[in-house]
């Protein structure tokens, strides 16, 4: 398999102002990168209006079942929806996906926005336009995947994908400071409506320019569409020199892997299952999210004001201002993970960091329960506390780093995935209200069963393009190498100079 690194592109040679193909390229991934930031808004406004009086009035003061149900029902409605989204994306191309995300956040910020109002069941209308936005959201996180991967130039490709999840932290520090200046400063209900009416023009947004992202020249050649695909990476990747080195080969690459698919049926369950390298990737879908889900982030993702109210922080302006600065330092840690990501594999970055989680909790475990047992209010315990929360996320931020998955691996991802943050939102509220810092423990010998598993099982990925991954599971396929392929239009123009070679021959 030739080293694609080596192979001449256009962006080698030209300055990034003068690759109008990559500026072009570059303005469509920011679309998709603002549904991101969208998203880690989203993910990160309810925990801040926990902190919120005039919330927790027009909501009827949910605690325990009711605010774990709160948190979880967007979790419930994203299972749903990933069979289809993944019908959808397959069939009908990759935009839809995204489309129906905006539509969704649009609809439930909205009907979000009317709990409270006389007369209405403030509780039950804020859950629902929660489902809502838990239909979108999936969707969302199931094709963006999808795109950012195909679309985006091999040069460009593994740092995009490591800095995947900044945009999501960029977007849950603006929810941090608005949360911070609305609820920390306005006693009204607009203290919690300003921040969630704030993402209808975000969506708004998405909806307009989604229109202007192409298809994916990966579901392009599924669809037997040559011509379209090659002209898509000879403008985007090429910068329209139709004979790319670079380009060439990822025609060829891409061309090679879907065929050998299409031969082996390998888009079908009833294949994927019987094969053990394909077991090992769904496996390694699955530890992603047991990593993300079930090493105890999501009691300071979601209950972040339960957390300091176990140590005596009970002040909305405090609780939203530490939260404000946390998120920012959280984004810096994940910015910097990128840059360590070009030099250190993911694998190692997570065996580092997972030992120092568990000894986060255990200090977490330690500090609240000095609180909780002194006999007057150990101010040093909610210090040590804040340290703790600020040392547990920034690592655990600086290990979240997207895998390249396709469309059925996604598929698991989000089943799982949305299973897992289910049951640990809603539990969490639970355990919380019934043991408080006691369910700290709980996660620690999870963190330990989990630096095990990616100790024996998680493979290196870095430095691969999407295709050539698979050599990591399946080793090298000859097959692949044994079709000679040829951009549209050279395929039939080859072949009528074979012909008049022949005839010049016979003359």
């Not at 080596?6 to 003068?18: G, M, P, V």
């Not at 927790?56 to 979880?72: H, I, K, T």
């Not at 921040?195 to 994916?216: G, H, K, R």
């Amino acid at each position: 398999m030739s080293d694609w690194r080596t192979i001449l592109n256009a962006s080698d040679r030209l300055k990034w102002y003068q690759n109008k193909g990559q500026i072009k390229l570059n303005f469509f991934l920011s679309i998709i990168f603002v549904g991101m930031v969208l998203n880690g808004y989203d993910g990160s406004l309810v925990s801040g209006l926990q902190a919120s009086d005039a919330w927790q009035a027009d909501l009827g003061y949910p605690d325990g079942v009711r605010l774990g149900l709160l948190n979880a029902i967007g979790s419930i409605s994203g299972l749903f929806v990933g069979p289809i989204i993944t019908y959808i994306d397959e069939n009908f191309g990759r935009r839809w996906g995204i489309r129906f995300y905006g539509y969704t956040m649009l609809i439930g910020s909205v009907i979000g926005c009317i709990a409270g109002v006389s007369g209405a069941n403030g509780y039950g209308l804020f859950v629902a336009g929660r489902a809502i936005i838990g239909l979108g959201l999936a969707s969302f996180l199931m094709t963006s995947l999808i795109v950012v991967q195909e679309i985006t130039h091999p040069r460009s490709r593994e740092a995009i994908a490591a800095s995947w999840d900044s945009y999501w932290i960029l977007g849950s520090v603006i929810a941090a400071w608005v949360n911070f200046g609305c609820v920390g400063f306005i006693t009204s209900s607009w203290s919690w409506r300003i921040p969630y009416i704030i993402q209808v023009p975000f969506a708004l947004y998405i909806l307009i320019a989604v229109q202007f992202v192409p298809e994916t020249p990966r579901f392009l050649l599924a669809k037997g569409r040559d011509a379209e695909a090659y002209a898509f990476l000879v403008e985007y990747h090429g910068n329209g020199d139709v004979d790319d080195p670079l380009v060439r080969f990822e025609f060829k690459e891409m061309k090679e892997a879907i065929l050998a698919e299409q031969a082996a049926k390998a888009e079908k369950w009833s294949t994927i299952l019987k094969k053990r390298s394909n077991l090992h990737r769904l496996g390694l879908a699955a530890l992603m999210v047991f990593l993300t889900n079930l090493s105890g982030s999501s009691i300071i993702y979601f209950y972040y004001t339960t957390v300091f109210d176990l140590v005596g922080i009970t002040d909305a302006t405090t609780q939203t201002g530490i939260q404000a600065g946390l998120s920012m330092f959280t984004w810096f840690c994940q910015i910097a993970a990128v840059y360590v990501g070009k030099y250190v594999g993911r694998r190692k970055i997570l065996l580092f960091i997972w030992p120092t989680l568990l000894l986060s909790l255990v200090g977490l475990c330690v500090s609240s329960g000095v609180f909780a047992n002194a006999s007057e209010n150990n101010n040093r315990a909610g210090v040590a506390t804040v340290a703790l929360v600020w040392i547990y996320l920034g690592f655990f931020n600086a290990s979240m780093q997207t895998f390249s998955m396709r469309s059925k691996g996604l598929l698991v991802w989000n089943t799982v995935s949305q299973l897992m943050s289910a049951y640990v939102t809603w539990v969490d509220a639970i355990a919380l209200d019934a043991i408080g810092y006691k369910y700290y423990i709980v996660y620690m010998p999870l963190v330990v069963i989990q630096w095990v598993l990616v100790y024996f099982y998680m493979v290196e990925t870095k430095g691969y393009t999407l295709e050539e991954i698979a050599t990591v599971f399946d080793g090298k396929n000859p097959s692949l190498t044994s079709v000679d392929i040829l951009p549209p239009g050279e395929q039939q123009g080859g072949e009528a100079d074979d012909s008049k070679s022949r005839e010049d021959g016979v003359e």
